[in-house]
């Protein structure tokens, strides 16, 4: 009797080593799942676990857990803390994420020479608060989009106005052919659905035939129920993306979203999650045909939270970055594998420490435009803004730094990761990076600025090149050609900081300006600062420190100018020519409480560098107000050119100016 129930006892184990066996080991699961069931939904918003499987594992493996995660803490002491300082960014420092910068898209009906939105990918149009066609300039002010006649330059007109009746704030605008894609967000709290029309939480897009100018007619709307995070147009596809909190209301989690006035939803197996992943965020990914505009748009959900986006014309890059406070256990697959407990020694926890960490969605455009989810990984690190990734031949390669220093690594086509260079920097926050061909540049800074050349012709092995060590950092890096590459950022000077012996005990710095440089990148091992120039004092600022769109650079026309803002009486330009002495004098010829935001238009070029040719004043105020309108009208400054004109928009005009000699042409006062 007793050997029968040593064999059942024997048995009942092996059925339950089998079962965990199953359930630890087994990779049947597919990584990305639809939703079934709206009660599904709802746990998950309520954080309950996905799947009934991964409670199981979570009860079975706590006891290991608490082993593990004790095993691998002994590599967090006292640094933590100071490592955890390091990633808090300084106050010396700018600036959030970047948007955007290259060249260029969208074809012209009429051969004109005309700029268009500094972008980064070529052939991937971004928003942008100012799109031009060469006859027409379509803007942005206050709740209305303009549509400007430019078509004769001494006398440029309105044509029409859209105006925004619901109260929305638009954002951007894409134009694509005859048809302009007007972005905004929600300004209303609607009593009836707090929740669906909270403040400027929901996102509008609304789609005009402009084929008659003077009359646009809308033939498209829809609004997606979570804030407006970023859009590109990609051939005739426009793709928007909206993120934030899934939203409930009677205990139902809302996944509606209204087109053409019409509340839709958006079918569960629409919605997808990631099997080992719990949120209550939601990214919701809006397709339209901008050829068959007024057929239904395509609209997915992905519970997964956002932080950054880059675009290729291939692939969508959806980028999530956190902090790490504590230092995840490591998975049992790991550790347990077919290698058995060896796993414990071998299990390689770099992306699982303390720290920035970055998870890496990747989606597929399909040549019909669809987006379709492909893979994800994940490394240590985090991103600046979408210059921090590059795509090269359908591999990713991504520019990230942590309290190590900054370094770039190479995933392949699956995202898998295949190379990564060393660290460089260590304790620097990194500003700016730019890939360009098979060279990455990265800008680093503490108290000075250490410009990095990284080459990426071996994907399997990068190698630093060279460094170049300057005052001030660069926030943006703009190519000139192949062998040369604009920085724009800010001017530093480093302050050494002595007890009462005259014993150094620390070195800081401080901002003293705006500063544009070129750099020769010819000898990749040692790159040489050839021109700079020093705009403003501490004060002095530009939409462009923290948005490349607002760049107008052409190396042919040997121009490249920047929206500038600063205190007047403050205001000095370092230049090598007292020509342009009179023009900064007249520009300082205001009362010591005015702003004055201007459009400054430099001349560039390898042998002279930079030199002014002069200033567009767009506003001054004397009102004590005048800071508050100030900073938000700032980034409504654009410059476009036309043929040999120059034209500067804002929010409440347009002028029109020679661009070279940056004679007055015309200006029409939008209000």
């Known amino acids: 009797m007793r050997k029968k129930i040593k064999i059942f006892i024997l048995l009942i184990v092996i059925i339950l080593l089998c079962v965990i066996s199953f359930l630890l080991f087994s990779n049947n699961d597919e990584e990305i799942k639809s939703i079934k069931s709206d009660k599904q939904l709802s746990r998950i918003y309520n954080y309950d676990t996905i799947t009934a499987r991964d409670t199981f594992i979570n ?16 590599k967090i002491i006292m640094d933590n803390y100071s490592e955890f300082l390091d990633n808090i960014p300084t106050t010396d420092g700018l600036i959030s994420s970047i948007e955007n910068a290259s060249s260029s898209s969208n074809e012209s009906y009429i051969s004109k020479d005309y700029s268009t939105t500094n972008i980064q990918v070529e052939n991937v149009d971004e928003a942008d608060i100012t799109k031009t066609d060469g006859d027409y300039i379509y803007s942005i002010s206050d709740s209305n989009v303009i549509i400007t006649d430019v078509m004769n330059s001494q006398e440029i007109k309105i044509a029409s106005t859209i105006k925004l009746s619901d109260g929305s704030i638009p954002e951007d605008l894409i134009l694509y052919k005859n048809e302009l894609v007007v972005i905004s967000a929600n300004s209303n709290i609607n009593s009836n659905s707090y929740y669906r029309n909270n403040y400027k939480n929901n996102t509008i897009v609304r789609i005009y035939d402009i084929t008659t100018k003077t009359n646009p007619t809308l033939i498209k ?5 979570e804030p407006y995070y970023t859009s590109r147009c990609i051939n005739n596809v426009l793709y928007v993306i909206s993120s934030g909190n899934l939203r409930k209301e009677d205990d139902i989690v809302i996944r509606s979203y209204k087109e053409d006035n019409n509340e839709k939803q958006i079918a569960l197996e629409d919605i997808k999650y990631l099997k080992d992943i719990q949120t209550t965020k939601q990214t919701i990914i809006s397709v339209v045909d901008l050829e068959n505009a007024r057929e239904d748009i395509d609209v997915s959900s992905y519970l997964i939270d956002i932080s950054n986006a880059y675009v290729s014309q291939n692939n969508i890059y959806l980028l999530n970055q956190k902090y790490n406070y504590n230092v995840d256990t490591p998975p049992i697959r790991e550790l347990f594998g077919l290698k058995g407990v060896i796993g414990v020694f071998t299990y390689n926890d770099d992306n699982n420490s303390r720290g920035y960490n970055t998870e890496i969605y990747k989606f597929n455009i399909t040549p019909e435009g669809k987006v379709i989810y492909d893979t994800r990984n994940n490394i240590q690190g985090k991103t600046i803004n979408q210059y921090s990734l590059d795509e090269n031949n359908g591999h990713l390669r991504i520019a990230l730094y942590d309290s190590e220093g900054a370094r770039v690594a190479i995933f392949d086509e699956n995202l898998k990761q295949i190379g990564i260079s060393e660290y460089v920097a260590k304790g620097e926050t990194m500003y700016s990076s730019r890939f360009m061909n098979d060279k990455v540049y990265l800008v680093t800074y503490k108290t000075m600025d250490p410009l990095f050349v990284i080459d990426l012709s071996n994907e399997i092995s990068p190698k630093v090149l060279g460094e170049l060590h300057i005052p001030g950092y660069s926030t943006y890096l703009h190519p000139y050609d192949e062998s040369h590459l604009i920085g724009i950022g800010m001017q530093t000077e480093e302050v050494v900081n002595k007890n009462s012996s005259g014993r150094v005990i620390s070195t800081t710095s401080k901002i003293v300006g705006m500063k544009m440089a070129l750099f020769d990148v010819t000898d990749v091992n040692n790159p040489v600062q050839i021109s700079e120039t020093i705009i403003g004092d501490r004060r002095t600022t530009s939409a462009i420190l923290t948005n490349p769109k607002a760049l107008l650079f052409s190396k042919e026309k ?9 205190y007047s009486e403050d205001f000095e330009i370092n230049s090598s020519s007292d020509s342009y002495s009179s023009t900064v004098n007249s520009y300082m010829n205001y009362n010591k409480s005015h702003i004055a935001e201007g459009y400054f238009v430099y001349n560039i070029n390898i042998e002279d560098g930079f030199k002014l040719k002069g200033i567009i004043n ?16 700032s980034k409504l400054l654009r410059g476009l050119y036309i043929d040999e004109n120059l034209y500067t928009v804002s929010e409440t005009a347009v002028k029109v100016n020679n661009i070279n000699t940056l004679e007055l042409i015309s200006e029409l006062k939008i209000k």
């Open 59 to 74: 009860i079975i493996t706590m006891p290991f857990s608490l082993f593990t995660s004790n095993f691998y803490n002994h």
């Open 221 to 225: 709307s829809y609004e997606l129920y």
């Open 558 to 566: 040997e121009i490249i100018a920047i929206p500038v803002n600063n």
């Open 618 to 633: 767009h506003q001054t105020s004397k009102n004590s107000n005048s800071m508050y309108k100030y900073y938000n009208n």
